[in-house]
Each structure stands twice: as structure tokens, then as C-alpha cells.
């Protein structure tokens, strides 16, 4: 675009534009609800962190927007670190909404302690912002305050330059849902938790806190252990295990200086761990149930709920507590929690009415689905079956059943339930498998705070360290062209394979970071076969050399990785965080005829 005066250049700017509207208004419930180009948007998206030495890395900057699509996350709030060109760039190309705004818990918000001097460099910063970042379609909405909306002389000249500025989207008071004389309700709240709770929490907070209504700014299922690792490189051998003053260094401030909350809940759900190995397991299970339940209850309740920022999508350095993934791009049960919940076409259950709800978030219908629901006891004799069809309209949460609670209930144990979903073809699009406690955890609603609502009872799961070893078979094992690896594993035993993991290693045995793969923490039923993909990043990956399958109750393997599906060599140790000994549940059906196995 150029301007030119009597024949000459005046004025000439060059910038990449995105042809699109944001509009936002409050629902009939008095939440904030965002809509582009007319279409309802539920926000799902994670709290941004950069690098705490202020490192720009572009490759890495790549490989995190590759993660946030991985995720199938549609946004990232910052907050007040405002981020480089390269970051609205990515944002931009990538179809990432950003949150973006001025930063708590500083001089931005110690307002009684402006001088003139403030108010001067606070306009001229806010004009300076939004003349960079105005023409990128990457931006949502643009925060004035954070934790605290501003009082009504600042928020009036935010308006005012935001205004002069052409700022052409919408803008919010605060992160909070306190109300102010110049805007009124901004329609969010910032209500947290920010510690760890039972995962039924978020369909069962009674419209007090942070459960599954309205918009939530920030807030989390709380801690999010590295996997071993990325542990053993921020932590010195000696400190590994147990926990100590180390870890808690890693940990937050404050209210949050310490896993003390999650530590309790795990004890008291799963057992208390008494190797590493063990606390691992268990962490990654309850990171996995914990985003998973969050997300799909937002998920579930849309447009109720409009809105939900995971509190914080990375790290600035490595971190015991809320991320996605690590500090390193290492990614455990977390991220696949999340990632399962916000898949683009869903079916999950319901912890309050035990329902089973299919959850299209694309614009598209798509006729023809069938559902399946089985539950089983621990013993995993099947207790119940149903199967139903069901029209999924755009951008719907529609319940298509709900299974019978005294089913669940009934015998005081605890029950599995495996979930799925295909289309017309029979092909399946989408699968989940739940662990649902007799009980649901018991809250506090009375003595709730900013940080969490404590449980007077936590569900009781100590069932699963006692459950038989099972025997998983590398069916297959094979590299594409492209370096794309495809693994088959089959439960070759009568126990279920509880919360495998798989993870891909490079020619050093170490773990890729990122590496994606297309399901993770998975489940199998005896005699179960899948097949999994995994691929290394397309911004610096390299390739992919072996891969490593651990479990709750599963043998570690290493299989090293080559061109032909049947020449690759697995290694096995007896590495059994929670197993206990069975002799029809240990024996292989058959032995494996395409490797040889080394005990």
C-alpha cells in the first residue's frame, strides 16, 4: 500500500494481511463468547512462556507452534511479555488465536504508584503495540489489564489510543471477571484451580469456581512431572528420588512452591510410590486423566462454557509444574490427555450424569456415526455393552446416551470403560478409554481458594498397582521414506495393559524432542492390537533410531528401527513399576516370529 501526494511517494508499507473478522459478546449467561467470521469459537489454549534468558530460537519456536497444532489447541494467551515477529508470523500462518495484553503482579498494575512519567510511557507502549501488531490475523483480543482491570482513568485512555490505533479487535478490561465503570463485564474469570484436582472436578463444581462454565482465563489441573528423562537433566543423580528441596526449586512460588497437593492426592488415589519409577507412572496417569477431564468437560458444555487457557501451555526453564509439554519439547501423559480431549471430532463419558457425548468441533456435519460403549470390572469381565447411532451436527456436543450409574457403582470397585467411535465406513475416528473409581472425589467447596478446592475424600484407584503383569508383542516394526515409523503392538496376555507410553529414540538411545506420535498413554485389552504412528519434527528432526514401550504393567522393550518390517531386534527388562506376578497373565500366547526377544 502506498500514499502519494502531488505525483510523489509519501508513504509505503509492505505487510502480509489475513481477511477476517473477530467480534466478541456476552451469552445469555453473562459469559464472553468470541466468534470469527461470524462462527462461535470455543477457546482451547495454553499460557505462553518464553525462554527466561530472552533467547530467540527459531527452530524451537517452529517445533512449539508444530506441538500447539499437535494439540489440536486453537489458542495462546500471553501475558504482558509481548512476543517477537517471528512468534505473530508463525501465529498467523499456523491458524493460532492470540491473547495478548499487559502483565500482572507489576508496575503495569501498581496503578496508585504512577507518576506522570507512567502514564506517558504506559500510552505511548500501548500505541507502539498495537501499530505492530494490529494487521496480524493471529489476534484475538487485547487484555488492558491482568489479574486486575485498570481504574477508570487508565482504562479510558487505553480505549482512546486503542481507538486512534484502528485496533480492530475486540478488547477486554482483564483476565478477571471483576466489572468496571468504563466497560462493564468482561465475561471471564481468572478463578483458577492452579493445583491439582480429581478430574470429575470440572463437571462438578457447582458454578462456584473454575468447572466447566463460562470463560476461564487461567487455570490447570496443577503439577505436570517431566518424564525420568528430562529429570535427569535439571536434577542431579542424589536427587532423583525422593523428592527433595531440588525438585521444589522446580517447582513455583508461594502457594505453589512445593508438589505437596498433588504428592497428598497421589497417595491417597494410586497408592504412595516407593521407587521413581512408581511416582512417574502414577504422575504421568494423573496428568493424563487431569487435562484430559478438563478440556472435555469445556469441551462437553459448549457454548455454557466458551473458553478455557491451560495455565501455561510450556516453561521457561524446567518446571515440575504447569506445562503440556517440558522444558526440553519432551511431552508425557499431559499432552496426550489434552490432545485426545480437543481432537477435532471426540467421543467421551461424563463423570456428573455418566453420559456419552460426541464433540464435533469442525464446521462440518458428519452423518452416520456409530457408538460403541463397553465397561468392564477389574476383573475385566464385561458388565455392559451399548451401541448406538448418532448424526453429529457443526459444531455440536450432543449426548448420545448415558450408561447405567448403579453399573459403575453397584459393587464398590473400580471400572473401565472403553469408548468408541466410526464413521459410515466403519472406520474408527475416534477411541477413549476411561478408569472410573466408585466413588468420585468429595470436595470442599467451602474451603476453596485461589489455588485449588481441597478433597475431603479422593477417589480410591489403589486397585491398579495390583493388577497382573501383561505381555506386549512389537507386532511390527517399520520406517517410510519420509521417516515416518509405524509400530503394532498386541496385548499377547489376559491382563490389561495399563497406560503404555512409547517413545521415540534417536541413534544415541536418547529421547526425540519433539516426536510425534498419533496416540500415546494408550490401553490394550488382552489379545488388543494397534498400530501407532510416529514421526520426528519437519523444523530440525532427525531420525528416528529406536523405540522404547513402558507401561504400568508392562516390561520395558527397546526395538531398534530399520527399513524392513521384519529384521529389528528387541530387548526387554524386567522393569515393572506396578505388576504383580501372574502365571496365565505373564505367558505370551506365542512368541514373537518376526525378532528375537532378550530377557
Not at 505525483?7 to 505487510?15: A, F, T
Not at 453399573?407 to 475416528?429: C, E, Y
Not at 473409581?437 to 486397585?463: C, G, I, M, N, V
Request: aromatic content about 10%.
Amino acid at each position: 500500500m502506498s500514499f502519494r501526494t502531488s505525483g510523489k511517494l509519501s508513504d509505503e508499507r509492505i505487510v502480509r494481511v489475513g481477511i477476517r473478522e473477530v467480534t466478541s459478546e456476552l451469552t445469555d449467561k453473562g459469559a464472553r463468547l468470541f466468534r470469527v467470521n461470524g462462527k462461535p469459537v470455543l477457546v482451547r489454549g495454553g499460557g505462553w512462556s518464553g525462554d527466561m534468558l530472552l533467547r530467540e530460537q527459531p527452530q524451537r519456536l517452529e517445533q512449539e507452534f508444530e506441538m500447539v497444532r499437535d494439540l489440536h489447541l486453537n489458542a495462546i494467551r500471553l501475558e504482558g511479555k509481548l512476543e517477537t515477529d517471528e512468534f505473530y508470523r508463525l501465529a498467523d500462518e499456523h491458524g493460532i488465536l492470540v491473547i495478548a495484553g499487559w502483565c500482572c503482579c507489576d508496575i503495569w498494575e501498581q496503578w496508585p504508584k504512577w507518576t506522570p512519567e507512567n502514564y506517558t510511557v504506559a500510552a505511548a507502549s500501548l500505541r507502539a503495540q498495537m501499530l505492530r501488531i494490529r494487521n496480524h490475523p493471529s489476534l484475538l483480543v487485547w487484555l488492558n489489564g491482568s489479574d486486575n482491570p485498570p481504574p477508570e482513568k487508565v482504562e479510558q485512555m487505553y480505549l482512546d489510543i486503542e481507538r486512534d490505533m484502528h485496533w480492530p479487535n475486540p478488547t477486554l478490561s482483564s483476565a478477571s471477571a471483576r466489572a468496571t465503570t468504563v466497560s462493564g463485564k468482561s465475561g471471564v474469570k481468572m478463578t483458577g484451580p492452579y493445583d491439582y484436582v480429581a478430574p470429575s472436578y470440572w463437571l462438578t463444581d457447582p458454578g462456584k469456581r473454575g468447572g466447566a462454565w463460562g470463560f476461564n482465563t487461567e487455570t490447570s489441573p496443577g503439577p505436570a512431572i517431566p518424564v525420568e528423562s528430562s529429570l535427569r537433566r535439571f536434577l542431579a543423580a542424589g536427587s532423583l528420588w525422593p523428592t527433595s528441596d531440588d525438585w521444589h526449586y522446580h517447582s513455583g512460588s508461594g502457594g505453589f512452591a512445593n508438589t505437596a497437593i498433588f504428592d497428598t492426592a497421589m497417595e491417597q488415589s494410586y497408592g504412595k510410590p516407593q521407587t521413581l519409577p512408581e511416582y512417574e507412572h502414577s504422575a504421568q496417569a494423573m496428568a493424563y486423566d487431569g487435562e484430559r477431564a478438563m478440556f472435555e468437560a469445556y469441551g462437553r458444555n459448549k457454548y455454557s462454557s466458551t473458553g478455557v487457557v491451560q495455565w501455561m501451555l510450556n516453561n521457561a526453564w524446567p518446571s515440575m509444574i504447569w506445562h503440556l509439554y517440558d522444558y526440553y519439547l519432551d511431552a508425557g501423559g499431559g499432552y496426550y490427555g489434552a490432545r485426545k480431549a480437543c481432537e477435532p471430532l471426540h467421543v467421551q463419558y461424563s463423570y456428573d450424569d455418566h453420559s456419552v457425548v460426541v464433540v464435533n468441533s469442525t464446521y462440518q456435519s458428519v452423518p452416520g456415526l456409530h457408538i460403541k460403549a463397553a465397561v468392564y470390572d477389574l476383573q475385566l469381565h464385561s458388565v455392559y455393552e451399548h451401541e448406538s447411532a448418532v448424526d453429529s451436527n457443526p459444531d455440536s456436543s450432543d449426548r448420545a446416551f448415558s450408561i447405567p450409574a448403579e453399573l459403575l457403582t453397584g459393587d464398590g470397585n473400580l471400572h473401565f470403560i472403553r469408548l468408541t467411535l466410526t464413521d459410515g465406513a466403519g472406520q474408527q475416528v475416534s477411541e477413549n478409554f476411561y478408569w472410573i473409581p466408585a466413588k468420585l472425589a468429595e470436595f470442599d467447596w467451602q474451603h476453596e481458594d485461589y489455588r485449588y478446592t481441597p478433597a475431603l475424600q479422593e477417589p480410591d484407584l489403589t486397585a491398579l498397582k495390583n493388577m497382573p503383569r501383561s505381555h506386549v508383542t512389537l507386532e511390527t516394526v517399520k520406517t517410510d521414506a519420509d521417516g515416518r515409523v509405524t509400530v503394532r503392538l498386541r496385548n499377547d496376555s489376559q491382563a490389561l495393559a495399563f497406560q503404555i507410553a512409547l517413545r521415540a529414540l534417536d541413534e544415541h538411545a536418547a529421547p526425540m524432542a519433539p516426536a510425534f506420535w498419533s496416540d500415546n498413554y494408550v490401553s490394550l485389552l488382552p489379545g488388543e492390537s494397534k498400530t501407532f504412528t510416529a514421526r520426528p519434527s519437519s523444523h530440525g528432526g532427525v531420525r528416528i533410531s529406536s523405540i522404547e514401550v513402558t507401561g504400568w504393567n508392562v516390561i520395558d522393550q527397546r526395538v531398534s528401527v530399520r527399513r524392513s518390517a521384519a529384521n529389528y531386534r528387541i530387548q526387554e527388562t524386567a522393569k515393572l513399576p506396578f505388576a504383580r506376578a501372574s502365571a496365565s497373565a505373564n505367558q505370551p500366547r506365542r512368541s514373537n516370529p518376526s525378532g528375537t526377544l532378550e530377557r
